[in-house]
Every structure is written in structure tokens, then in C-alpha cells.
């Protein structure tokens, strides 16, 4: 079963910074938090992960509570492309990816 | 390459018929994956092949039954389906079986089942 919870959806405005949430209030020291992004008619799309530390990279940035029992989701400038829907794994050691309902994301123009 | 191409993009197939998927990576990587998509629904996983061995079957029917002739060539052979088994059928792929690495997954193959 999928370990994280995220809203079902929600809206952006275009050239708007988007906080995207997830809990995973069950995640241990070495699971690592993954996003990945769906667009319509195609395959799940690698956004970001990471284990502790915050991470960037020209995508996206990933924020992850201090507990690592929440993360955030950050895209910066938000553009109508970014409209799809977003999923946060839990990746547990030795076990394999699960994903979530995910949350649907808008973009309004 | 950083891509995973699966064909066919599309296929509809009798249930009577016998076809294939299939999936191709040239990174390198070691761990390859089916999942399945049902519409608005996420990606449930089906099978993950390790260096070339099935390592994980997540209770799929027989009627899927995958293979994996060596480190770059994933297919899932179908046989006997049901309309039920529609839906897009996603291949991934990722340098190990850990997932401290992101996953490369295709574009998928949408599957009608008549």
C-alpha cells in the first residue's frame, strides 16, 4: 500500500510558485522521498528525490520537514506545461515503489 | 540515450490473440519493471526484473507473462485477455533494484482487449 497522502488536486496560477504537500509520517532513516509527474497520455516523469537535505535541480525543489514526516513540492514559476498530475513515493529499502492517488495539478492562464 | 522506448504505442488485440510488449533501454541500468495503468487511477506495479531475473511478481494472472532475454530488452507476452486487462501498460527502468535512484519509465503501450 502507498505510505504517503497528498490532496487530490490543486491550482496554480501561471508564473506562480506551487507548494505541492505530501505526508509520509511512516517514513524510516533510509527511505527516500521521490517525485515523479504524470502529463496527460504519457508515462510517469522523474521530478526530484532525496533522503534528508533539501534538494534542487532545474526542474524543482524539494523540501523535506526537519521529522522528514512531511515534504514539499516547490515549482517556482509554475507554467501551463506543469499541468499534470504529481506523485510522492515513499521508497522503502528492499522494497519497491508503490505510488499514491497523487494530487491533479492546474494551471490557470 | 536517457530514453525508454516501449512499442507498440497503441494495440488492440481479440482474446483469443497472443501479442507482445515490448521495452528497450540503453543506459546501462540493471532493474526493469511492467506496471499497469488503469484510466485516472495511478501505476500498479506487475513484475521488476533484477540483473535479468524476476525478482518481484506481484500476483499477476498468467496471462501476462513477462521476459527478459537480456539487460537492455524487457517484454510482457499477453495471451487469453479479458477486456478487464485494458489499460496502459508502462515500462521503467533504473540503474539497480534500490530506490535511491529514480526511475526512467517509456511512454507506455495503451492496450484495448475486444
Known amino acids: 500500500d502507498a505510505k504517503t497522502t497528498q490532496p487530490n488536486s490543486m491550482e496554480s496560477n501561471e508564473e506562480e510558485p506551487v507548494h505541492l504537500p505530501c505526508n509520509h509520517s511512516t517514513i524510516s532513516g533510509t527511505d527516500y522521498i521521490h517525485w515523479y509527474r504524470q502529463l496527460p497520455s504519457q508515462g510517469p516523469e522523474y521530478v526530484i528525490h532525496g533522503l534528508t537535505s533539501n534538494v534542487n535541480n532545474r526542474m524543482a525543489s524539494l523540501a523535506i520537514a526537519e521529522d522528514r514526516k512531511s515534504s514539499t513540492l516547490i515549482l517556482h514559476r509554475a507554467t501551463l506545461r506543469d499541468a499534470a498530475v504529481y506523485y510522492c513515493i515513499q521508497y522503502i529499502y528492499g522494497q519497491n515503489f508503490v505510488f499514491g492517488p497523487g494530487t491533479r495539478l492546474s494551471v490557470l492562464p | 540515450d536517457t530514453e525508454v522506448t516501449q512499442t507498440p504505442k497503441h494495440l488492440v488485440m481479440g482474446m483469443t490473440n497472443k501479442k507482445s510488449l515490448k521495452c528497450e533501454q540503453h543506459?546501462?541500468?540493471?532493474?526493469m519493471y511492467w506496471y499497469k495503468q488503469k484510466a485516472k487511477k495511478p501505476p500498479e506495479l506487475m513484475f521488476v526484473?533484477?540483473?535479468?531475473?524476476?525478482?518481484i511478481n506481484e500476483s499477476v494472472p498468467s496471462r501476462f507473462s513477462p521476459e527478459c532475454p537480456n539487460s537492455s530488452l524487457l517484454n510482457l507476452h499477453l495471451h487469453a485477455l479479458q477486456p478487464e486487462d485494458s489499460a496502459l501498460y508502462l515500462c521503467?527502468?533504473?540503474?539497480?533494484?534500490?530506490?535511491?535512484?529514480?526511475?526512467?519509465f517509456g511512454s507506455g503501450t495503451r492496450l484495448t482487449v475486444v
Open positions: 526484473y533484477s540483473y535479468e531475473k524476476l525478482s
Open positions: 543506459m546501462g541500468h540493471r532493474a
Open positions: 521503467a527502468s533504473s540503474p539497480s533494484g534500490e530506490g535511491i535512484y529514480g526511475y526512467t
